[in-house]
């Protein structure tokens, strides 16, 4: 079994920066792909940006050029660093692991269950 703990999301003002994190337990963190979801009130989850074991990574279009997902294997974190923040960006934000796929960049199936979330707020 699998334990997902986010962390560092709070209130921002528009153009700014947060750090989150995603810390693994119970399990071997480094060979799944790993993500980042967000929901924002009334929408649904949408997936923000992937990682698979190896490094490859993906964007939804609106976060490309400010977001970046990474990894840290040794420490079973993953890390989303949020740049030049937007008030569409306002969510909670979800990591989850996946099975890798061969058909990147499809996603495989879920491993396991969501975090808790942590919530972003971006405003002025």
């Known amino acids: 079994q699998v334990q997902l703990v986010e962390s560092g999301g709070g209130m921002v003002q528009p153009g700014g920066s947060l750090r989150l994190s995603c810390a693994a337990s119970?399990?071997?963190?480094?060979?799944?792909?790993m993500a980042w979801y967000r929901q924002a009130p009334g929408k649904q989850r949408e997936l923000v940006a992937a990682?698979?074991?190896?490094?490859?990574?993906q964007y939804t279009d609106s976060v490309k050029g400010r977001f970046t997902i990474s990894r840290d294997n040794a420490m079973n974190t993953g890390y989303l660093q949020m740049n030049s923040l937007k008030s569409e960006d306002t969510a909670d934000y979800s990591c989850?692991?996946?099975?890798?796929?061969?058909?990147?960049?499809?996603?495989?199936?879920?491993?396991?269950?969501w975090g808790q979330g942590t919530q972003v707020t971006v405003s002025s």
């Open positions: 119970g399990s071997i963190f480094s060979i799944y792909t």
């Open positions: 990682i698979t074991s190896d490094g490859r990574t």
């Open positions: 989850a692991l996946h099975w890798e796929s061969s058909i990147w960049p499809s996603l495989g199936p879920l491993f396991g269950s």
